[in-house]
Nanobody
């Protein structure tokens, strides 16, 4: 069982930066693929970024060059550094974990989910 707790969301202006954090429970964090998803009302959930246990990363095109996903296995934490934020980045951001990287990246699914943190970007 893995429990995930996101933090770091908030209200910012366009062009600002935010760093989201996701603290995970469990002793096998380092073996899990981690992902950040986002969702807005009426829209399908979208995978924003993912990182495998070996450090490989994947990003949705709309955030490439602006967002960076990273992990600190010693702290059981995954981060999403978001720069040059745009109003269209406004969403609830969810942290997710799965033992299998392609489940997150290809199937856009995960076994474990956090409750989400709201990011609002004003224009």
């Amino acid at each position: 069982q893995v429990q995930l707790l996101e933090s770091g969301g908030g209200l910012v202006q366009a062009g600002d930066s935010l760093r989201l954090s996701c603290a995970a429970s469990g002793r096998t964090f380092s073996s899990y693929a981690m992902g950040w998803f986002r969702q807005t009302p009426g829209k399908q959930r979208e995978l924003v970024a993912a990182i495998g246990s070996g450090g490989s990363t994947n990003y949705v095109d709309s955030v490439k060059g602006r967002f960076t996903i990273s992990r600190d296995n010693a702290k059981n934490t995954v981060y999403l550094q978001m720069n040059s934020l745009k109003p269209e980045d406004t969403a609830v951001y969810y942290c997710a974990a799965d033992p299998i990287y392609i489940v997150v990246v290809i199937q856009k699914r995960a076994s474990y989910w956090g409750k989400g943190t709201l990011v609002t970007v004003s224009s």
